[in-house]
Structure formats: C-alpha cells, structure tokens
C-alpha cells in the first residue's frame, strides 16, 4: 500500500516540549497539506505546498508552528512550546496537481496529547 | 469565507434503514462538493464528489447530489448495514486547494 503515511501516530509531551510531526505523501503527488482535527470538529486547514514551496498559511498556524518540504518529498511539522491547546489530530493530505478536481487522499494521522 | 455546515449527530439506525446527512454551503464562485468517511480507527477517506451543479456523486451505495439552488449536497443511502457506521463528514474546495469541513456526522447502524 502506497498511502499517505505519518509519523508518529501518538505522540504525548509535556507543556513547553517541541515536538515534530512526519509526513510522506504518495509518491507521485506534487501537492501536501496539513490540517488539524479537534475532538467533534471537522478538520481545519494549516498549511499547503506545492512541490517543495509553502503557498498557504492559515492563520491557525502561529509562530510556534512551522512546516517544511523540503526537495518537494515528505513534510515536517513542528511545534515549539507546545501548549495544552495544541492537543489535536494532526493530518496530512496530498493530491496530485494538475488542475481539476482537487481530490486529497489522507493518512492516519498523529495524535498529539500534551500534558 | 468558504464554510460548511451538516446535521448534527450522532445518527442512530437499524440495518436496513434509510439514511440521510443534510449537508448545506457557503462559497464564493464554484467548489466542488466531496464527502468523506472516517471509519473506526482509520483515516479520512473519499467517498463521493461533485463538482458542478446537478452532478451526482455515488459510491458504495451512497449518493449526493449537488444542488446549487439550494447550496446543498445531502448524503443519501436507501439501505445501510453496519459496515456503514463510521463518522460522515462534508466538504467543499472553492478553487484555492484547501478543503473546508463541516463538523462531522456520527452514524452508528445496528443489527
């Protein structure tokens, strides 16, 4: 199975620890994007990129969030100082870009708890 | 702003039943209107999808059409199984990429 993958898919850190999120999408996608999922919500939208530049920014994403892609392949999603409000799902998305219908093909998610 | 709003759960039904999730939206221009599922313990997964006015999406069983007059896209399925219970969730991409949900809907099917 060549799906969208994450790692970790738990991860528990006390407040004011840095934590880092992978992500490898599948292989051929050129698009990726972060989101975030609270307990009874839908997902929210963090960020995108399209190969290895980051065009979008939601403004749930603080200064204490930062994503990389770096060579347009996996995703790195870090958070410094976490807070007890950074308790999420955090899921990862690619889709591959050549206009139309901007189907995303999700992975599993990381599951971050902090203490 | 782009946004979603669906029935609230959660939704419980007996096998057999038939199941509808009101899904409603508010975009500038023309999205496209998807449904995704979340079954137990895995990610989100694309079920169906439209992307113009008066196209039916359908898969598994399920169907949703998309209802510009009404800015709507409902979930339908004549006959669910257990299989089918899972977390129901509608979407919509408006031309910038990314996807705006709605909250979700809980369906739980019983035998």
């Known amino acids: 199975d060549t799906g969208v993958s994450q790692d970790p898919r738990h991860k528990i850190t006390k407040r004011g620890q840095n934590v880092t999120f992978r992500c490898d999408p599948i292989s051929e996608h050129n698009r990726l994007y972060w989101y975030r999922q609270t307990l009874g919500q839908g997902p929210e939208f963090l960020t995108y990129?399209?190969?290895?530049?980051?065009?979008?920014k939601s403004r749930l994403l603080s200064d204490r969030f930062s994503a990389e892609r770096p060579k347009g392949s996996f995703s790195t999603l870090e958070i410094q100082r976490t807070e007890q409000g950074d308790s999420a799902m955090y899921l990862c998305a690619s889709s591959l870009g050549s206009g139309g219908i901007n189907e995303q093909f999700f992975g599993p998610g990381t599951r971050l708890t902090v203490l | 702003g782009n946004s979603v709003t669906q029935m609230e759960g959660p939704v419980t039904l007996s096998e057999e039943a038939f199941l509808t999730i009101n899904c409603t939206y508010t975009?500038?221009?023309?999205?496209?209107l998807f449904w995704y599922v979340q079954y137990p313990g895995e990610g989100l997964q694309l079920l169906l999808k439209a992307t113009k006015a008066d196209d039916k999406g359908s898969n598994k069983g399920f169907e949703a059409t998309y209802r510009k007059e009404t800015t709507s896209f409902h979930l339908e399925k004549g006959s669910v199984q257990v299989s089918d219970s899972a977390v129901y969730f509608c979407a919509l991409s408006a031309g910038d990429y990314k996807l705006s949900f709605g909250a979700g809907t809980t369906v739980t099917v019983r035998a």
């Open positions: 990129f399209q190969n290895e530049a980051q065009l979008e």
């Open positions: 975009a500038t221009g023309y999205p496209s």
